[in-house]
């Protein structure tokens, strides 16, 4: 089944600086990669996602590459800003049941 | 209504109690999936459904913890004998299908005392 790895667990940045979070997978057949931003108290909603079929997926200060044969994708937030400060989980679709597989969680923090 | 509904928001039960947790899914969606998230971690797999049927219900961690879709649409997640280590925030979310976005509920906050 697939194994989803996430790192750092913290990180913090100067505002106006990009962050980078990165994630590893173990299913090879998986296909699609959402990121979620949790917000203190709040539910995990969808920032960005990509499919297999693209290298890379850009939503205005937010984008995602993926590298299907080192099984690796990455989250890039730039010219961060304090509302940015959340905790992002990555995730993969286990291809045999479809079923949902987060990481562990990145806990960023925008400085002013 | 407009999105993924969970009930109660918060329970707070005695140990060894019985425990239903209560998810409304988006209209339409077929997928729907449990997770439990503790303090500081991630959404960790409990079972997920797909139609009427749990496609995977590996993520359950012991019998005492049973999940039922009987129409396909609303969902409860039910815990028996409860414990202390079954504190925690129960999320609910559900999709279209696979690979496709999965919206979340705002979780039930869990906690055995």
Redesign the interface.
Known sequence: ?ENVE?HPSTLSVQEGDSAVIKCTYSDSAS??F?WYKQELG?????II?I?SNVGEKKDQRIAVTLNKTAKHFSLHITETQPEDSAVY?CAG??DS?????????TRLLVRP | GAGVSQTPSNKVTEKGKYVELRCDPISGHTALYWYRQSLGQGPEFLIYFQGTGAADDSGLPNDRFFAVRPEGSVSTLKIQRTERGDSAVYLCASSLGSNTEAFFGQGTRLTVV
């Open positions: 089944g996430q296909n699609y959402p709040k539910r995990p909603q969808l996602d499919r989980f679709v286990d049941s479809y079923k949902l597989i987060f990481g562990s969680g």
